[in-house]
Nanobody, 125 residues
Framework: QVQLVESGGGLVQPGGSLRLSCTAA????????VGWFRKAPGKEREGVAC????????WYSDSVKGRFSISRDNDKNTVYLQMNSLKPEDTAVYYC??????????????????WGQGTQVAVSS
């Protein structure tokens, strides 16, 4: 069981940037492929970025490609999501989870157990 904690969200104007952080209290994230998902009101949860344990392979959804960048510092046991050129449609609660890439989509994979509280990102002028 891997329990992840997200932080770094906030309110930002369109075109702005934020960096989200994901850490685990009792697991070593360096052992897992970890990524970011988001849930906007009225929409299904969407996988937006996923990175292999050594950051050798990354995947991005088409909606964020070229604007978001996933990175990780295994020594700090943290996975980051750098979000640039933010748009109002990026407004959502962002979550991290163990992930994979299947049928051209980023999906959750074991040992994911349950969603954390997430971190709210709001993009508005």
């Amino acid at each position: 069981q891997v329990q992840l904690v997200e932080s770094g969200g906030g309110l930002v104007q369109p075109g702005g940037s934020l960096r989200l952080s994901c850490t685990a209290a009792r697991s070593r994230l360096g052992s897992y492929t970890v990524g970011w998902f988001r849930k906007a009101p009225g929409k299904e949860r969407e996988g937006v970025a996923c990175a292999s344990s050594n950051i050798g392979t990354t995947w991005y959804s088409d909606s964020v490609k070229g604007r978001f960048s996933i990175s990780r510092d295994n020594d700090k046991n943290t996975v980051y999501l750098q979000m640039n050129s933010l748009k109002p449609e990026d407004t959502a609660v962002y979550y991290c989870a163990t992930c994979g890439y299947f049928s051209r989509s980023i999906v959750v994979t074991p040992p994911f157990d349950s969603w954390g509280q997430g971190t709210q990102v709001a993009v508005s002028s």
